[in-house]
């Protein structure tokens, strides 16, 4: 299947602004913001993070306050801490073999690092591309990620799988065949995940009264580590909690 993905790929793949380096800490930076959110707004994001904080030891030396900041509108704020975190470690110590061992790098972030950055034999599986692998039941090589999560991500879709421009639907035991909808995440208008974003967003832009806050989506993020509570004032960490 892969001599008919690949040139599917070289023709309709996606210019994806971190396909064009090899530096783990912009993989990482790009893994991370899109863990949790849509390409299309990664994107911008990206590149403005990479203008702010070109290398890993600059990010490193920013303030938790200041990532914190830059995160705002990308949504689950811990991963900036996290980055934080990983960045800090990583200028300290170099790289650690095992790249879990950095904070909010999971099995799948590891592996798209060590195949896009250090250019290693292993297949990262994303949801898209153990999507495509489910349906096609095909073998790919590691050099097929970038194809495979494209038509995870543009063709075969969850829901509707557009099996009629797939250029492995003649080989694909799949074809044509719709899967029931998996259950949609609760909406975000009005939930709590809304009121910690906008507590959050509310404190980035200036300390504030606690008791002009929702307590608490405060208590929360102060468990997270994403503002700190003195004498009744809510602020962004200027440092992050144990450094
Ligand atoms: S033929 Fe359909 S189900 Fe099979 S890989 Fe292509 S889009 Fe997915």
């Given at each position: 299947?892969?001599s008919?993905?690949?040139?599917w790929?070289e023709s309709s793949?996606?210019?994806?602004?971190?396909?064009?380096?090899?530096?783990?800490?912009?993989?990482l930076?790009?893994?991370?913001?899109?863990?949790?959110?849509?390409?299309?707004r990664?994107?911008p994001?990206?590149?403005a993070?990479l203008?702010?904080w070109p290398?890993?030891?600059s990010?490193?030396g920013?303030?938790?306050?200041?990532?914190?900041r830059?995160?705002?509108?990308?949504?689950?704020n811990?991963r900036a801490?996290n980055?934080?975190?990983s960045?800090?470690?990583?200028?300290a110590?170099g790289?650690?073999?095992?790249l879990?061992e950095?904070?909010?790098?999971?099995?799948?972030?590891a592996?798209?690092v060590r195949r896009?950055?250090?250019?290693e034999?292993?297949?990262?599986?994303d949801?898209?591309v153990e999507?495509?692998?489910r349906?096609?039941k095909?073998r790919?090589?590691?050099?097929?990620a970038?194809?495979?999560?494209?038509?995870?991500a543009?063709v075969?879709i969850a829901r509707t799988?557009?099996?009629?421009?797939?250029?492995?639907?003649?080989?694909?035991p799949?074809?044509?065949?719709?899967?029931?909808p998996?259950?949609k995440?609760?909406?975000?208008?009005?939930?709590?995940r809304?009121?910690?974003?906008?507590?959050?967003?509310?404190?980035?832009?200036s300390?504030?009264v606690?008791?002009?806050?929702d307590?608490e989506a405060?208590r929360?993020?102060?468990?997270?580590?994403?503002?700190v509570?003195?004498?009744?004032?809510?602020?962004?960490?200027i440092?992050?909690?144990g450094?």
């Amino acid at each position: 299947m892969e001599s008919l993905l690949m040139p599917w790929f070289e023709s309709s793949g996606r210019d994806l602004p971190w396909r064009a380096t090899h530096d783990p800490y912009a993989i990482l930076v790009s893994e991370v913001m899109l863990q949790q959110t849509q390409v299309e707004r990664v994107v911008p994001r990206y590149l403005a993070w990479l203008e702010r904080w070109p290398t890993v030891e600059s990010l490193a030396g920013a303030t938790a306050a200041d990532v914190i900041r830059e995160w705002q509108g990308l949504g689950y704020n811990r991963r900036a801490l996290n980055l934080h975190r990983s960045a800090r470690r990583v200028a300290a110590q170099g790289w650690p073999d095992d790249l879990t061992e950095l904070s909010g790098v999971g099995p799948y972030t590891a592996a798209a690092v060590r195949r896009f950055a250090f250019g290693e034999d292993v297949l990262p599986i994303d949801v898209n591309v153990e999507r495509v692998l489910r349906r096609t039941k095909g073998r790919f090589f590691p050099r097929a990620a970038e194809a495979l999560m494209d038509l995870g991500a543009t063709v075969c879709i969850a829901r509707t799988p557009r099996c009629e421009a797939c250029p492995l639907s003649r080989a694909c035991p799949s074809r044509d065949i719709r899967e029931a909808p998996a259950r949609k995440q609760g909406p975000f208008e009005g939930s709590f995940r809304q009121q910690r974003a906008a507590t959050l967003r509310a404190v980035a832009e200036s300390a504030r009264v606690l008791g002009d806050l929702d307590h608490e989506a405060v208590r929360s993020l102060e468990r997270d580590g994403l503002v700190v509570v003195e004498e009744g004032v809510v602020a962004l960490p200027i440092r992050e909690r144990g450094s």
